[in-house]
């Protein structure tokens, strides 16, 4: 199993930035977006499950949106109005269960890919 995010940059504030993650090897019930800055721990970000449900961290909320491409096996995080909070290492995971509870979780992820660093400038 493999996943490869890619996307990341550099950035305006308020711009926008579109990741993608290709998982290879076989399919999972959920996917997410987790980031880490500098200093801090890594966070949720978003996820989506087998049947499009979708979560999403506070600090995203109604800014970012998680979406993916089953024929491609692609997910993908739309991200708009950047702002330099936002700055951070974006890492995309997979896991078996699509139980909300969990896969907002660093524990609840099976798999992780490396990952793309976004760095918004202010």
């Known amino acids: 199993v493999q996943l490869q995010a890619s996307g990341g940059g550099l950035v305006q504030a308020g711009g926008s930035l579109r990741l993608s993650c290709v998982v290879s090897?076989?399919?999972?019930?959920?996917y997410g977006w987790f980031r880490q800055a500098p200093g801090k721990e890594r966070e949720f970000v978003a996820a989506?499950?087998?049947?499009?449900?979708?979560l999403y961290g506070d600090s995203v909320m109604g800014r970012f949106t998680i979406s993916r491409d089953y024929a491609k096996n692609t997910v993908f995080l739309q991200m708009n109005s950047l702002n330099p909070e936002d700055t951070a290492v974006y890492y995309c995971?997979?896991?078996?269960?699509?139980?909300?509870?969990?896969?907002?979780?660093?524990?609840?992820?099976?798999?992780w890919g490396k990952g793309t660093q976004v760095t918004v400038s202010s």
């Open positions: 995971a997979a896991a078996r269960t699509d139980d909300g509870r969990i896969i907002m979780r660093i524990t609840g992820m099976d798999y």
């Open positions: 090897g076989r399919s999972f019930s959920s």
């Open positions: 989506i499950t087998w049947n499009d449900g979708k």
